[in-house]
């Protein structure tokens, strides 16, 4: 079953439960598939795609990292997914992302910016290019 893709300017709430890494995919319960808007992490491979910003964290500790965010792991799929219970986000579209998912700014249930929490984690870089978002302080 494909992902639903929500259209841009829609809000919308996500239920994280799978993670692949510190950029996206993240999976919703609800069904869409997040790309977070505005950041850039490396590849799980350890790779950066060509003119993307490239992070000095690896894959691994840009998804350990919002996972932590998310709740904290509640195990791995055989597909190398880490899966996570996470908080119910409030996110905003901004319409389709490359592999059928949704770039989103999202809110946690406090108020943070995740965005904003991941590059807190400096294992992610703040995407020019792309970043609509707030000032993160």
């Known amino acids: 079953m494909a992902a639903s893709v929500i259209a841009a ?4 709430t996500c239920t994280p439960v799978r993670v692949w890494d510190g950029d996206g995919p993240v999976w919703c319960a609800e069904g ?4 977070i ?4 992490a490396r590849e ?4 950066c795609r060509a003119h993307h910003p490239c992070p000095r964290s690896s894959g691994i500790q ?3 990292a919002l996972v932590q965010i998310l709740g904290g792991s ?15 986000l409030t996110c905003r ?4 992302a490359e592999g059928n998912r949704t770039a989103a700014w ?4 406090s108020g943070t910016d995740l965005s904003c929490a991941m590059i807190r984690t400096r294992t992610v870089l703040r995407w020019d290019r792309y970043w609509k978002g707030p000032a993160c302080r």
């Open 9 to 12: 300017g829609q809000t919308f």
């Open 32 to 35: 869409p598939r997040l790309r």
């Open 37 to 40: 808007a505005g950041i850039a």
């Open 44 to 47: 799980m491979n350890g790779t």
């Open 62 to 64: 840009a998804r350990d």
């Open 74 to 88: 509640r195990g791995t799929a055989s597909t190398g997914h880490v899966l996570v219970r996470g908080p119910r």
């Open 93 to 96: 579209s901004e319409g389709p």
């Open 106 to 109: 999202c809110r946690l249930p």
